[in-house]
């Protein structure tokens, strides 16, 4: 495999940030993240922050990387989503050494992109499984060094499915990315035709890692749902940042105050302020608390990981919440095709609706703090 390995450090935040607010509508219109733009993101040392320390990761501790997502998102929710699979080399961990080894040869940036459903059935071979089949909502994946596929498991993953690793020029990527919200994640359809894949090059999702690191032992699944609900922590926060500026200046056509003057508009833009705010609190707490742990050589307890997926459920599902309200008080210019409410508002409801953040993860942490098994699989 061969990459093009740029700088970490060369860039900052801020000018990254000022390049996607100029071209956040090109990826939108487009539909995905352009490359260039991706490596851009490597300079901030986003796709080394999981790698492995022992290949040439820079561990960034979940806190830290979900700040950095969501500062992402509150500019552009789509190149937020894409950045925050920067975190998901933690589910390579069960990959065999020799793997990983080869994978970070070239550096440790890698840009991982994965569509693990459906999951099909793939052929054994001499060397490893014949693979064929379609899987949906592959993110990132037209800037990816590597991507994965979903694989029945055997009677040696103990009944989890195996995740199969492919180049991407391997594999058909059919753009059929066509949705109202979050559009420039690039979450296309990934299709195998006869692609064999060493068994090297295949994983346990959910496996043992034969990583000893802190951040490998942070529940991986669990890192993947914080990741894609702090997306809407951003998009809300952008959605406030705009309606405490404008609101302070646009009067109305009907020659009514202008709407910081109006005291509906006020307490409920503030409202949504406490709203957003407590949910982040909550949010970051636990992920703090979590994270504590594994640096005093313990482990994330199951109370631990539920409090986590639970306040990622809700941090997604508040965020939402917060974006409509702001849109509820804003008046009939939010229904303008130009305006950027609603761009917001669609991008706000995105991450609810993934399934590591639905409604049954409420049900699922309640269990599991009244001491019961969680109610769903692959709660961790």
């Known amino acids: 495999m061969t990459r093009t390995q740029d700088g970490i450090g060369s860039v900052t935040l801020d000018e990254v940030l000022a390049e996607l607010a100029e071209r956040r509508e090109e990826f939108r219109e487009q539909r995905y993240v352009s490359p260039d733009f991706v490596a851009r993101l490597k300079q901030l040392g986003i796709y080394r922050s999981a790698t492995p320390q022992r ?24 190149t937020g989503w894409v950045a925050s699979f920067g975190s998901q080399l933690v589910y390579l961990g ?59 498991g055997d ?83 952008a959605a406030l940042d705009f309606a405490e500026e404008v609101g302070s200046g646009r009067a109305s056509i009907t020659g009514a105050p202008k709407l910081a003057d109006r005291a509906y508009y006020r307490a409920g833009i503030a409202e949504a302020e406490a709203t957003l705010r407590s949910a982040r609190a909550y949010f970051y707490e636990v992920t703090d608390e979590a994270w504590q742990a594994l640096a005093d050589g313990g482990e994330v307890s199951d109370v631990q990981n539920a409090h986590l997926r639970l306040s990622a459920a809700h941090l997604a599902r508040t965020a939402a919440q917060v974006v409509h309200q702001v849109v509820s008080l804003s008046g009939t210019a939010a229904i303008r095709r130009d305006h950027p409410l609603p761009a917001l508002l669609n991008d706000a409801l995105v991450p609810q609706e993934h399934a590591f953040l639905g409604p049954a993860i409420y049900d699922a942490a309640g269990a599991v703090l009244m001491g019961q098994a969680p109610t769903v699989p692959a709660f961790r």
């Open 55 to 78: 290949f040439g990761g820079e561990t960034m501790p979940p806190a830290r990387f979900l700040d950095l997502i969501e500062r992402i998102s509150a500019v552009d929710g789509s």
């Open 155 to 237: 009677d040696t993953t103990s009944g989890k499915p195996r995740g199969a690793l492919v180049p991407p020029d391997r594999l058909e990527i059919v753009q059929d990315w066509d949705v109202i919200g979050m559009q420039g994640t690039g979450s296309f359809d990934l299709v195998a035709v006869d692609v064999e894949v060493d068994r090297e090059w295949t994983f346990i999702r959910g496996g043992e890692p034969v990583i000893d690191e802190p951040l490998y032992r942070y529940p991986a699944i669990t890192y993947a749902a914080q990741v894609l609900s702090v997306v809407s922590a951003g998009v809300a926060r």
């Open 94 to 152: 069960s990959l065999p050494l020799e793997a990983q080894a080869k994978l970070y040869a070239d550096g440790p940036d890698v840009v991982f992109a994965g569509a693990l459903f459906p999951v099909h059935h793939a052929t054994p071979t001499d060397r490893g499984f014949l693979v064929n089949g379609r899987w949906k909502f592959a993110s990132g994946c037209m800037a990816a060094d590597i991507v994965c596929v979903g694989i029945q």
